[in-house]
């Protein structure tokens, strides 16, 4: 059977230096709950550090978490970065961190980079310059995700800073992204109005959280079997009956599944 599940897809921890000290693993978890999310993407700045320790916090609970990331392209283009394991979630951060500007990070400036377990506990800090654009193009970023297996797609594309749009006049039908993504605030009329191309798109809203207030304040509905990678695939993709939805639905409400 298909059920609605509700998602957020674009959360940060502490070791996103623009992140509150909040943001610790258990912690994301514990208010991904409260609010009523089946699932969460950990999405920090050009690093998987923390997935693990989101992963761990969330065994044995309702809550599902997916690997992924929030890239920064060489022009300052974000995008999020879903992955269907650590393994491959490692694999772009080799990529991503080979590509990364050399150089001292002055943690007083920026602020700190924090590493923890699934309790919350500091591990380590990240002294890497992680809030900086990598040293590859649009291009080269879309084609490694794929490479790597991973789910790729322009973040909160209504903003006016690291936005695709920004500094394209229109999404580049010849790159491999599986949706677009708004923020809180973007209205999706405004964008195919200003954009037609975005109508080709699934859209997803999530809340880029930088503090724990925020998760689960903007959401995406998912219709599919399981809070699992591969159905989050089929619904970008809308197959097998699978299917994105940014407006509110029944989350329990169950429909026959096409295939069996």
């Known amino acids: ?69 929030e890239v920064s392209t060489a022009d300052k283009i974000h995008l999020v970065v879903l992955f269907p394991d650590l393994t491959a979630a490692a694999e772009f951060q080799n990529f991503v961190y080979s590509r990364l500007p050399v150089g001292h990070y002055d943690e007083e400036l920026y602020g700190p980079q924090i590493v923890c377990d699934q309790h919350d506990h500091i591990v380590d800090t990240n002294h890497k310059m992680l809030i900086l654009g990598i040293q590859a193009s649009l291009d080269e970023v879309a084609d490694q995700a794929v490479a790597c297996g991973g789910l ?25 992204f599986v949706a677009v993504e708004l923020s809180a605030h973007g209205s999706p009329a405004q964008m195919i109005a200003q954009h037609p191309e975005v109508a080709n798109y699934p859209m997803v809203f999530a809340s880029d959280a930088h503090d724990i207030s925020a998760i689960g304040s903007t959401v ?13 695939k089929k619904a970008f993709y809308a197959e097998q009956g699978r299917r994105v939805s940014i407006e509110p639905v029944r989350s329990q409400q169950a429909f026959h599944d096409p295939v069996p």
Request: with cysteine; charged share 15%.
């Open 152 to 176: 790729i797609y322009p973040a909160h594309i209504d903003r006016s800073a690291y936005s695709i749009l920004n500094k394209y006049p229109s999404i580049p039908a010849e790159l491999p």
């Open 220 to 232: 995406t509905h998912f219709l599919m079997r399981s809070p699992t990678f591969s159905e989050i």
């Open 1 to 69: 059977m298909l059920r609605w599940y509700t998602a957020d897809l674009h959360v940060h921890t502490v070791l996103s230096a623009c992140a509150e000290l909040s943001m610790g693993p258990k912690d994301i978890v514990l208010a991904a709950i409260d609010h009523g999310l089946d699932l969460i993407a950990i999405t920090d700045h050009n690093s998987i550090e923390n997935v693990h320790a989101v992963l761990t916090a969330a065994k044995g609970t309702t809550l599902s978490v997916i690997p992924g990331m």
